[in-house]
C-alpha cells in the first residue's frame, strides 16, 4: 500500500518569496493533517481537514498560510510572504478516521529554508 | 503552561538496560493517549497506544495515570535501534467531537554500545 506522498522534499526559499507544498494521502484515507515541525520541538498542527472540510485550522497564520483540500483528497499548502521562522519541516499525516481515534500516518515531510 | 511537556533528554543508556521517562498533560478532558517513535531527519510513526489499564508490547510498556496526569513509556533491554525520539501525543477533545492530537517536544534516548 502506498504511503503519504510529499512534495517537494527539500524547498530553500528567501524570505518574502511564497511556496507550496503538496501531499497526497493514502488512498480511502479522510482526514488529512498538515503539521509544522520545528528544529528541536514536536509537530505542531496547522490545520485538518475532513474529506474536503475543515475542522481546525485555529493555528494556522492565516495572514501568510492558506491550505486547500479539493475534492477531498490531495491537498496544497501554501505560505505567502515566507518569513525566516517559518524555516521548518512541514508534515502531511492522513488517518482513516477522525484524530484519537487511530494511528496517524505521516509523509516524509517537506524542509523549507528560509533565507 | 504546555498542553503536553516531557523531558527533553537525551537520556543516555547502555544496551541492555532499562530506561523510562514520563509525558505530563495539562488538560484533564483529554481522552485518548499514544506514543510516537521518530528517528532523526525522519517522520513520526505510532509505537503505541496508552490504554487506561496500561498496555504492554514486547519491550515497551506504557501506562497512564489521569489523577496525576501524566503517561509514561518504559523501554526494557534496550537495543542500540532503540535510539530515537519518543514524542508523547494527547487528544485534547474540544468543544466539538472531532478532537485535536497534540504533540510534545519529545524525549531523546541514546542507546550506546
Not at chain 1, 4 to 11: D, E, L
Not at chain 2, 37 to 61: A, H, I, W
Not at chain 2, 62 to 91: G, H, P, W
Request: charged share 20%.
Amino acid at each position: 500500500e502506498a504511503g503519504v506522498a510529499q512534495s517537494p522534499r527539500y524547498k530553500i526559499i528567501e524570505k518574502r518569496q511564497s511556496v507550496a507544498f503538496w501531499c497526497n494521502p493514502i488512498s480511502g484515507h479522510a482526514t488529512l493533517y498538515w503539521y509544522q515541525q520545528i528544529l528541536g520541538q514536536g509537530p505542531k498542527l496547522l490545520i485538518q481537514f475532513q474529506n474536503n472540510g475543515v475542522v481546525d485550522d485555529s493555528q494556522l497564520p492565516k495572514d501568510r498560510f492558506s491550505a486547500e483540500r479539493l475534492k477531498g483528497v490531495d491537498s496544497t499548502l501554501k505560505i505567502q510572504p515566507a518569513k525566516l521562522e517559518d524555516s521548518a519541516v512541514y508534515l502531511c499525516a492522513s488517518s482513516p478516521a477522525r484524530a484519537g481515534a487511530g494511528e496517524l500516518f505521516f509523509g516524509e515531510g517537506s524542509r523549507l529554508t528560509v533565507l | 503552561r504546555k498542553e503536553v511537556e516531557q523531558d527533553p533528554g537525551p537520556f543516555n543508556v547502555p544496551e541492555g538496560a532499562t530506561v523510562a521517562f514520563n509525558c505530563t498533560y495539562s488538560n484533564s478532558a483529554s481522552q485518548s493517549f499514544f506514543w510516537y517513535r521518530q528517528d532523526c531527519r525522519k517522520e513520526p510513526k505510532l509505537l503505541m497506544s496508552v490504554y487506561s489499564s496500561g498496555n504492554e508490547d514486547g519491550r515497551f510498556t506504557a501506562q497512564l495515570n489521569r489523577a496525576s496526569q501524566y503517561i509514561s513509556l518504559l523501554i526494557r533491554d534496550s537495543k542500540l535501534s532503540d535510539s530515537a525520539t519518543y514524542l508523547c501525543v494527547v487528544n485534547s477533545r474540544g468543544t466539538d467531537s472531532w478532537g485535536k492530537l497534540q504533540f510534545g517536544a519529545g524525549t531523546q534516548v541514546v542507546v550506546t554500545p
